[in-house]
């Protein structure tokens, strides 16, 4: 049967519940903007408080009688060829959580790529679920990591045959992709679910010159932030399941164990929009930022000092499988500067913001949102960048650590090096001890260091001289790393 993808039930209670001038004697507060300080009704606009109604009791009735979130969650489904999809308003953290203890639960063996964002890492701390990571392909002459292969995968699962299932992260927040089909081959070949974090692959069901979409790869779970690359507001997150490992019942109620019960329905809108704006016109859209993207590379290779790193730079032998060119990832490192400074070169200067910056790349994230005029800007900013950089402060060196020092030995389950009794102890005193903390270089948001791990003198001077050099490590007990948590 033809599903009408036109239709966008969120929106439409919200239009029908303005229609009928509904009076709310219940949450939120502001009741549609009346109680709100003009000062941030001047700022915000009325917008944001009319779509900001309660979820059930108030766009649906208070037994969701009219199936409105789960129409649009069915219409998201049947977009991305999944069977079940799931939405949350907390961000693909949440989603990337209940996807894990659908699978596996305490001291249950979960393989992960060791690559995996912090939100995973918080999700093994609150489930004492036990990591069996699995190294990432490293680049060590580009000192970048793209996702574990499906040869790796096979061999962890050989050595751990009782492990639950498997977690991976494709695209990389670099735009670098994982063999999909591979991976998902290894674990069901052992009637294991694959779980893929795609929180950088919203767009990726709208157009087939882009990498591989999970669910079309036969992954069971898939995540994704659709306001990464998406059109979504920020926190919208959803989550989509096909075949028959994980009970949809079971992965519903992991993520009711997580979630708030006051979810934002302007963040359901923007996640119902985005769905009928892609069935609709992802084609072109995303035809058209492709275009605009292999302009902007060319653009900017022509920079001089800058490389943009290309397909020919991620994938091959050992490293990626396939690669999103939408991410626009530089290497600075010609202009004597650090990402660091690069990015708040550009902000400062050219009010312009990158996405994840490191000890020697930026990242320019493109959309279906950018245009000629945006790109222009862009290449104009870094032209001025590649002029103004003789003149920036000498960069300072981050001793980036070989592939082989960068990875700790687990000693223990990241929830009881978190919970147990712990000390802050100076830097240099940390080697040797066990990590009680993540410490995570933020963007991108993948530790270095988690819980449990013992840490070693080269991870210690790597992110010393990274703070040093510009880098951001929010979730440190002390973000200047003068002293390390570890347990006592
Ligand atoms: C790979 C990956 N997974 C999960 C997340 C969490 O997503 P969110 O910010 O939507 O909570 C991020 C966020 O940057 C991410 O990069």
Redesign the pocket.
Known sequence: MSVDHSQAPVLEALAEYHATGRLSFSPPGHKQARGADPRVREVLGDAVFLGDVLASGGLDDRRTRSRVLERAESLMADAVRASHTFFST?????S?KAAMLAVAGPHEKLLIGRD??K??VSGLILSGIEPVWVDPRWDADLHLAHPPSAEDFEETFRAHPDARGALV?SP??YGSCADLRAIADVCHRRGRPLVV?E??GAHLPFHDALPSWAMDAGADVC?T?I??VGSGLE?G?VFHLRGDLIDPTVLRSRADLLGTTSPSVLIYAGLDGWRRQMVQHGRDLLTRALDLAARVRTAIESIGGVHVHDRADFCGPGLADDFDPLPVVIDVSGLGTTGYQAADWLRAHRDIDVHLSDHRRINTQLTHADDQETADALVEALRALSSAAPGLRRARRVEVPAPSELRMRQTCLPRDACFGDVEDVEAGQAVGRVAAEMLTPY???IPVVLPGELITAPVIRYLRTGIAAGMNIPDAADTELRTVRVVA
């Not at 907390?90 to 949440?94: M, P, T």
Request: net charge neutral; aromatic share 4%.
């Open positions: 907390c961000g693909s953290s949440l990337v995996a964002h939100s995973v992260t990389t927040p974090d929180a950088w995540v932030s306001h990464k926190q997150s963007p991108p948001g």
